[in-house]
């Protein structure tokens, strides 16, 4: 029986660049730990400062610095 493949996780895409391609999802960690610091260092997900408010952005655009929801 074949397996389902796994998707690529969704992303959204920038509006100024017009692809997810540098797109990275925001992480809000309680605990930031050797992972997650790791991850954003290999420039997977962006660690957002935790402060609490409506409309967080939860993704970053790597190529123009863009945070959107
Ligand atoms: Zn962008």
Do not use: H, S
């Amino acid at each position: 029986m074949a397996r389902v493949k796994r998707r690529k996780p969704y992303r959204k895409r920038c509006r100024y660049c017009k692809t997810n391609r540098d797109v990275i999802p925001i992480v809000y960690a309680q605990k930031i730990d050797e992972e997650l610091l790791q991850k954003e260092q290999e420039g997977e997900l962006k660690i957002g400062a935790a402060f609490v408010g409506a409309d967080l952005p939860m993704w970053y655009c790597k190529n123009c610095g863009n945070e959107f929801i």
